[in-house]
């Protein structure tokens, strides 16, 4: 089989760049592992799984049309309601008869003579292509942290991220749940409210805010239909590339007296969403100033949670922010319950599984099923897994063996024709990723058109230009408290994994820059 452009994964990323290549008349070819399309709306299907940015603004913008005729229920949308809209989107535009479901791309080796991609599945078909787009998500690959034993348990085993297509009966069992990030935080109250018996194993507690999520206003949506296009205009200009309701407020929490921060806080609490970091300007670029927010939700958390001494051991000690915001509805309520206890594993490490359960600081807990709500092999878990191989035979995770490294998150040197969608190095997870993914798929449809325009054969990153750009992601956290805490934008929760942070701050300089390149000519590139 013979493409123009094969594309790996079927979530929001391949489902647009296959709509973009076909736009430009080109032969294309998406594979995807799962059954069905939606990506991460696939496959994390665990109670309580939504989106933490609103459904009008995590929705696909190239189409206005589309945008005007989907009607979203909630606020924030649940998984559900995201994959029908994934399903949708596939019928919508016709996508499906190019897509290859449960196939696992194993391989895909570049032919420096033919100066194409050849693609193999993991059940050996193959195809070649001259371009090859890793739409293979940032969150894809399941951590699951080796636990001794695990292979005698008798209960039931789930991750968030792996999660059965048939609703799980949690009803008169006692669940364990490790982890205590966004998916753990979003299924606990719902486990909560099924199990006979909850025991939660937190090895860092969590800073979480309300969603306030409910039925969607409907004024509301009107009014942004109405002008769709400059709301999605007034979003790309925000950091993240969301919440231009709310734009973030550029004083100085230091510079505030304690009860306008307070006030400030209260607000944004109240709003619900992921705004609070907006509060004042330097949150995440000042120690001092993060601990006033860090401090606030502590308030919040000890005003809940009636125990005191439980209290405590709920208050997140890290900077608010370096690890991402949590987004709940009824997380720390879910600890007045009678049936929910948290297990500190700071204080009880998590030593391993026995036939019947967990075993944690010397006490035996009996489980019928274990939730691992331990997160992914981020950002470059998904591209490790796959035997890239580019000019010489040279393996990506050989050239990424010290940590990612990429010109814009979506190239790599050594690696013609290979564009990453929300690649390390980009906005990707820092972002609404709808809007980047949309950014990068508009760049490397346009950047195909041109290369074809113009009779180049290949286009590939530069040494030098990927040099520098690492340097300058890199300089661009340290100004932060992000490096500052043992994250996944990190790769701090993969044993062994290299730490280097790895998304992008800031959309609208990114975007900029990514044009300005294409306007250059492909500035940082070789073109052949
Ligand atoms: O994963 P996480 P997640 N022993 O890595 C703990 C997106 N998302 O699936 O912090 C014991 O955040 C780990 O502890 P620690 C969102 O971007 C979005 O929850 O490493 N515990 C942590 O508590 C999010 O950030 C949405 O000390 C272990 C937890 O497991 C990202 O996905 C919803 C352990 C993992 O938290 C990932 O979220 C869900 C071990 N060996 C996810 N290893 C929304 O849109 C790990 N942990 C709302």
Known sequence: MKFDVIVVGGGFAGLYMLHRARGLGLAARVFEAGSGVGGTWYWNRYPGARCDVESLEYSYQFDERLQQEWRWSERFAAQPEILRYADHVADRFGLRSDIQLNARVAAAHFDESARCWTVRSADGQAATARYLVMATGCLSVPNRPALPGLERYAGAVYHTGAWPHDKVDFRGLRVGVIGTGSS????????AAEAKELHVFQRTATYSVPAHNGPLDSAYEARVKADYAGFRARNSQMPNAFGSNLPRNESSALAATPAERQRAFEARWRHGGL???GAFGDLILDAQANET???????KIRATVRDPALAERLLPRQRIGCKRLCLDSGYYETFNRDNVELVDLNDAPLEGATPQGLRAGGRDYALDAIVFATGFDAMTGALARIDIRGRGGRALREAWAGGPRSYLGLAVAGFPN???ITGPGSPSVLTNMLVSIEQHVNWIAECIAQLNARGHATI???PQAQDAWVAHVNAVAERTVYPLCNSWYLGANVPGKPRVFMPLLGFPAYAK????VATA?????ALA
Do not use: H, N, W
């Not at 927010?293 to 308030?299: C, G, I, K, N």
């Not at 820059?513 to 300005?516: F, G, H, M, P, S």
């Not at 000519?521 to 590139?525: I, S, T, V």
């Open 460 to 462: 590939e990153a530069l």
């Open 275 to 277: 705004f609070l970091l």
């Open 293 to 299: 927010a860090a401090e606030f939700v502590r308030d």
């Open 184 to 191: 753990a935080v979003q299924s606990i109250p719902l486990i």
């Open 521 to 525: 000519g492909y500035e940082g590139f």
């Open 513 to 516: 820059k990514c044009e300005e």
């Open 418 to 420: 290979l564009f990453t």
